[in-house]
């Protein structure tokens, strides 16, 4: 799944356009981006071979993480919600959410999933 396949997936969605509008990015956003955004990355594959042509599909794994300030945190779970259901509407798996997390230096927060899509 490519960079804009995903940025348009999302940002399709209105209430995610109104939420997040242009920060959406892959593997990382750029130092004193504006709260919410979110950050996708591919997090490897499992590909399906076959002994007579070898690998016919490829189950690719991504990863999804919203971030934003501890008083947004009602709203990241909200928006971690509707970003999976939009996904899910597209096509893709979902794999299950991560542990909410902290990044002590930015002192922002973070709600994660993973999705699964075949190529």
């Known amino acids: 799944m490519s960079e804009p396949t995903v940025f348009k997936i999302l940002s399709a969605q209105t209430e995610l356009k109104k939420a997040l ?65 939009t996904l899910e509407d597209a096509g893709l798996y979902y794999v299950g959410k991560h542990p909410d997390g902290e990044d002590t230096e930015t002192k922002l927060r973070s709600r994660g999933f993973d999705m699964n899509w075949w190529d």
């Open 21 to 85: 509008g242009d920060r959406i990015f892959n593997s990382s956003a750029p130092i004193g981006t504006k709260t919410p955004y979110l950050v996708w990355q591919g997090i490897g594959s499992t590909p399906e071979n076959t002994l007579d042509c070898g690998t016919i599909n490829e189950n690719g794994g991504y990863q999804f993480v919203i971030w934003g300030h501890e008083t947004q945190i009602p709203k990241l779970n909200e928006l971690r919600k509707l970003a999976r259901q």
